[in-house]
């Protein structure tokens, strides 16, 4: 029964978020699919729920991490746009290659592509836990060492 209470409590605030406004006809349709979806996917519900949803700690990491890769990419968009629109174009392209510490192929990937996407660097090449990564500037290579992102997909993985 308190299953049952926390799925359909957890349903019914996305159906309120999803809602742009809430009345009775409202509430009683999103009690009706509420219940109706619960009732079919009870089961996966909670085979997923006992696996991932009771981590908080790597939901938090996850959040984490998003908020620092959109930090991380509008600074980088201003870094790189400064570099292209000055008149002299300062940069020093460096190739460079690193050991990750990440476990996973996934999370190798994450982090692989959270390089590439933020602007002045990208990543090459990839074999296990070896990555090749161009920079724009010098500069760069410092952050790719240190990344930010490795650290908090370390924790994730944990």
């Keep these: 029964m308190g299953r049952m209470i926390y799925g359909m ?5 996305f159906w309120i978020i999803l809602a742009e406004q809430i009345n009775v006809e409202r509430g009683m349709l999103g009690l ?24 908080f700690k790597k939901v938090y990491y996850s959040f984490l991490y998003v908020l620092i890769f959109i930090k991380e990419l509008v600074i980088a968009n201003f870094q790189v746009a400064k570099i ?5 174009m300062d940069i020093s392209p460096q190739i460079i290659k690193f050991h990750s510490k990440l476990k996973s192929d996934f999370h190798r990937t994450i982090l692989a592509n959270s390089i590439t996407l933020t602007p002045g660097t990208l990543t090459v090449f990839i074999k296990k836990d070896e990555m090749i990564v161009h920079c724009l500037k010098k500069e760069y290579i410092e952050g790719i060492l240190n990344s930010k992102f490795e650290k908090i997909l370390l924790k994730i993985e944990e």
Excluded: A
Excluded at 84 to 88: A, D, G, I, M
């Design 9 to 13: 409590t957890f349903l019914m605030l």
């Design 32 to 55: 009706i699919v509420c219940m109706g979806i619960y009732q079919l996917n009870k089961e996966l519900i909670f085979s997923i729920s006992g696996k991932c949803f009771h981590n």
């Design 84 to 88: 292209v629109l000055s008149p002299k």
